[in-house]
């Protein structure tokens, strides 16, 4: 798993949170993902939508790709396809996607590289593997997070950020154990260098095995832990979590100095996470207003759906490259 990797001792590191003080964050709910089939026809695992919303709130739907091994020929990515009222953010963690838009944003994106697509007022977009991927096959992992944008910021330009593994703040644990990358949002301070406009966390750990991984955690966030590979447990009370997994945090109840999550990796890992617990840890402000959801487009009401839906067909959600032959001939498909 080569996505952004360091010696943690070189790195900054997190506070220790004091033991008495710390509002620990207890685990409400362990949801385990469905497999899907998405796009032209590869598996994702899925841990949301599929429970309370709500308890994900902004996070729309979370796809976790691979890890899979690839044969020749094998790989698969998405047509072109529309999407309004939020925003795609794609991590590579193994592997290379290559995305366009009708925006003109895109390129290529591998190995701890995050592309992150604002769709806002409407955009259309295609993601697929590159030639040598198909052709050679190979290691692919990685995942797809919808971020819901708030009523006002639902009709903005959109736009594309391209994030590169280099760009990621890289920190270690408390004890230097542990990698932590925030790609998101902040950490005590060390701030991510992804531009949201939904205040959110998008931090991706590797937990050493055997090693404890605490993280201050803003108070007014939810808090959401989603394992992309071995296994560990979550919260003082220890709640077990393996690969696929995803652990959801209650909110705050008690007037510590502050809000923390705990995680432990298990002594023993499989083989494909020897280098430790992978896990991803997400959190945001919820917003709050109603979702009416409907394909690749996220408002408020079923109107603005039903507009949604009148744009596109009327071509107001940007022009398809003219060398390109589009595969959707209908908003109606649920694709990433």
Known sequence: ?????????TLPRLPRLPEAGTDWRRVAKVVTAQRHLEGEGFQV???????????????????????????????????????????????????????????????LISDGGT????????????????PELVAKGGLFH????????PRAQKWVKPRYQDIEARDVKLLSADDGSSIVR??????????????TYTPINYVHATVAPGARLTLPWPREFNALAYVLSGRGTAGTEEI???????????????KGEGDGLVFRAADGQPQASRNGWEILVLGGLPIREPVARYGPFVMNTREEIVQ?????????????????????????????
């Open 142 to 149: 990685g995942v797809q997070l919808w971020v819901n944008l």
């Open 115 to 130: 592309q992150w697509m604002t769709a806002a007022s409407g955009i259309q977009h295609i993601e697929q593997p590159p």
């Open 182 to 195: 925030v790609i998101a949002g902040s950490l005590a301070g060390y701030d991510g260098p992804g531009v």
């Open 240 to 254: 077990a979590l393996d690969e696929g997994q995803m652990a959801v945090f209650g909110g705050s109840h008690h």
């Open 308 to 336: 949604a839906f009148e744009d596109f067909q009327a071509g107001r959600m940007g022009t398809i490259p003219a060398e390109k032959v589009p595969h959707l001939s209908s908003a109606d498909e649920n694709v990433t």
């Open 1 to 9: 798993m080569p996505a952004v990797f360091a010696d943690p001792l």
């Open 45 to 107: 695992r899925r841990p949301f939508p599929g429970m309370n919303l709500a308890l994900a709130d902004p996070f729309l739907l979370l796809d976790h790709m691979g890890a899979v091994e690839y044969a020749p020929g094998e790989a698969k990515g998405t047509p072109w396809h529309p999407h309004r009222g939020f925003e795609t953010v794609t991590y590579i963690i193994d592997g290379a996607f290559q995305h366009q838009d009708t925006t003109g944003g895109g390129g």
